[in-house]
């Protein structure tokens, strides 16, 4: 006793206090410790995330002008007032141009590669239930891309060719094109000289995907494609689907159109394509029924994410707004006021 009166003395209170034994915590203090560090862990993780998304929406404030943009083919003017720097209608059983502007810029054209991706593996005739694993070499390293296929998976080619034609997949699409024989190089080669058999003479290709801003075309070229294109029906079929869902492991994903026209009842839509980077703006590519008539219609490097499906309904309403007793409907070209009849 003499002892411990002795320590307070010295030590004090809290000095004593420190060198008594530490008390083992209760098996309940133990476990309100460990939800707390987990609510700790969530918390920063969720402060990661709105970090990292804060940091994204910063960087996609930042303009990056398009190669329209910089060519300065948004200046030209044009009767139906279109946001998109270069369009072509035309009308595909007579190939009588209805509609051009600036249809001989040659830009890049983003996803609507996939459709030149889409008839070579369909024109192939590999075997559509072949079993194809998405890898790491499918990884978008060009844009940073997200994707919901994530490396391991494993789908049909149909299936992968079915995603990259209507949602636009570009891990999809690039699987494909990696894994056709011969491999990717092969592929791309292929691709080109597809191009020029079909008289594609402005357009060349880099990769099956449309990531690379060194996939352009023209106009002209791209009408010539959908022309040829619409030919096939698996093309036809998987590019005006709206929806389609995959079995990804135990889960089943859904994938919609990127085109929201194919879901609309007063559009008759044959074949489509979307496609999108900043170096080539929204871009559109269509086969449709309008008015009675076979029509094919391209746009590229339209300024606004909905634009380019605006500008086809512009479209849509002034060819329907055309006299049924018309023979013939010249150009509407830039620079053109009124539709000449």
């Given at each position: 006793m003499k002892k411990i009166t002795f320590l307070c003395s010295v030590l004090g209170i809290a000095g004593f206090l420190a060198l008594m034994p530490a008390q083992a915590a209760t098996p309940t203090q133990?476990?309100?410790?460990?939800?707390?560090?987990?609510?700790?862990?969530?918390?920063?993780?969720?402060?990661?995330?709105?970090?990292?998304?804060?940091?994204?929406?910063?960087?996609?404030?930042?303009?990056?002008?398009?190669?329209?943009?910089?060519?300065?083919?948004h200046s030209a003017h044009d009767a139906l007032d279109l946001k998109s720097s270069v369009a072509l209608v035309l009308d595909q059983d007579t190939k009588e141009v209805l509609f051009s502007k600036n249809e001989s810029a040659v830009l890049p054209i983003a996803s609507i590669t996939k459709l030149m991706t889409g008839v070579l593996i369909s024109e192939a005739k590999l075997p559509m239930d072949e079993m194809l694993t998405v890898t790491q070499a499918d990884v978008d390293t060009e844009k940073g891309s997200s994707s919901r296929l994530s490396v391991g998976t494993e789908l049909s080619r149909?299936?992968?060719?079915?995603?990259?034609?209507?949602?636009?997949?570009?891990?999809?699409?690039?699987?494909?094109?990696?894994?056709?024989?011969?491999?990717l190089s092969v592929f791309v080669g292929l691709m080109n000289a597809k191009a020029k058999m079909l008289g594609m003479h402005d357009?060349?290709?880099?990769?099956?995907?449309?990531?690379?801003?060194?996939?352009?075309?023209?106009?002209?070229?791209?009408?010539?494609?959908?022309?040829?294109?619409?030919?096939?029906?698996?093309?036809?079929?998987?590019?005006?689907?709206?929806?389609?869902?995959?079995?990804?492991?135990?889960?089943?994903?859904?994938?919609?159109n990127t085109n929201r026209l194919v879901k609309n009842p007063s559009w008759d839509i044959g074949l489509q394509k979307t496609g999108y980077i900043s170096e080539a703006g929204q871009c559109l590519v269509m086969q449709a029924k309008v008015a009675g008539r076979k029509l094919i219609m391209v746009f590229l490097d339209s300024a606004g994410k909905f634009s380019r499906l605006a500008d086809a309904e512009r479209v849509k309403r002034w060819v329907e707004s055309i006299p049924t007793s018309t023979s013939k409907v010249s150009p509407l070209a830039s620079g053109d006021l009124e539709p000449h009849v």
């Open positions: 133990t476990a309100n410790a460990k939800k707390l560090a987990i609510k700790k862990a969530a918390l920063k993780r969720v402060a990661a995330k709105q970090l990292a998304a804060k940091k994204r929406a910063s960087v996609r404030l930042v303009a990056v002008p398009s190669y329209g943009q910089l060519a300065g083919l149909g299936e992968l060719l079915h995603l990259a034609l209507m949602s636009s997949e570009n891990r999809a699409a690039h699987a494909l094109g990696r894994t056709y024989p011969g491999g357009t060349s290709y880099v990769e099956p995907t449309g990531l690379s801003s060194k996939n352009q075309s023209s106009a002209r070229d791209l009408a010539t494609l959908v022309n040829y294109a619409y030919g096939d029906p698996t093309l036809r079929e998987f590019t005006t689907s709206t929806g389609y869902q995959v079995a990804v492991g135990r889960r089943t994903l859904q994938f919609n």
